[in-house]
């Protein structure tokens, strides 16, 4: 299953990163390995969002059953999607390799980006599953959701490019988790001001998430 996730994901960051390279007329050996990179951290982004939102209703019966931890079939979840994130570093590894761009100390800072946005996706996941699992109608709202983050992330596009309504980007979350990881690995400095925002989301994400799970976890065997 993970060869086929990789795989597709490899297609996806290769044709798009060629394609739309020519087409935005852009230096194809720097937007390949920002497309591919941004495609990687945002897969498993959106991925674990996505399934935050059904994970505690697919696993009811398993609840209603069975007296482990709620958090059990969240981190599970998240654990599944890390690791295809670390099958999915291999792409950017191939594009290291056929347009080599200098990593100085990147890789330190990337893996402090890693540890934010993990912790982050952690804090917002148990959210996701908590108010999904009460509220049925939700899910397809965070589908959409996630749909509209991609096109308002500079995943596709520079955010140097863009000339009007800059200032909305200041709003999305996904800029600073995804630019923390993201620019690190591709040898680029992040300004101090970005890891402080991305560190402050974090935090917020699991001061929430621990309200949420104190508050309602007990309930969740009732609302499956």
Avoid at 32 to 56: C, D, K, M, Q, R
Avoid at 59 to 71: F, H, M
Avoid at 163 to 178: R, S
Wanted: proline share 4%.
């Amino acid at each position: 299953m993970m060869s086929n996730i990789v795989i597709s994901t490899s297609v996806t960051g290769l044709s798009v990163g060629l394609i739309y390279g020519q087409f935005f007329g852009l230096n194809v050996t720097q937007y390949l390995p920002y497309f591919t990179a941004g495609l990687i951290v945002w897969t498993f982004i959106s991925s674990v969002l996505n399934e935050a939102a059904t994970t505690l209703i697919a696993a009811g019966s398993l609840i209603k059953g069975t007296r482990v931890p709620i958090s059990l079939h969240i981190m599970r979840m998240l654990q599944r999607n890390f690791l295809i994130f670390l099958h999915n570093l291999a792409i950017l590894g191939i594009v290291w390799l056929l347009m080599a761009w200098p990593l100085d100390s990147g890789i330190i800072a990337a893996l402090a980006g890693l540890v934010l946005l993990y912790v982050f996706l952690i804090g917002a996941s148990v959210v996701v599953a908590f108010v999904c699992v009460r509220y049925r109608d939700i899910p397809p709202m965070i589908a959409a959701g996630t749909q509209f983050l991609f096109l308002a992330s500079p995943i596709i596009w520079y955010q140097e490019h863009i000339k009007h309504g800059a200032e909305i980007l200041a709003f999305n979350p996904v800029t600073y988790l995804l630019v923390v990881v993201r620019d690190p690995l591709l040898g680029q400095t992040v300004p101090l001001s970005t890891w402080f925002v991305a560190a402050a989301l974090t935090a917020v994400s699991v001061a929430c998430a621990t309200f949420v799970y104190v508050t309602y976890r007990n309930r969740i065997a009732y609302w499956v």
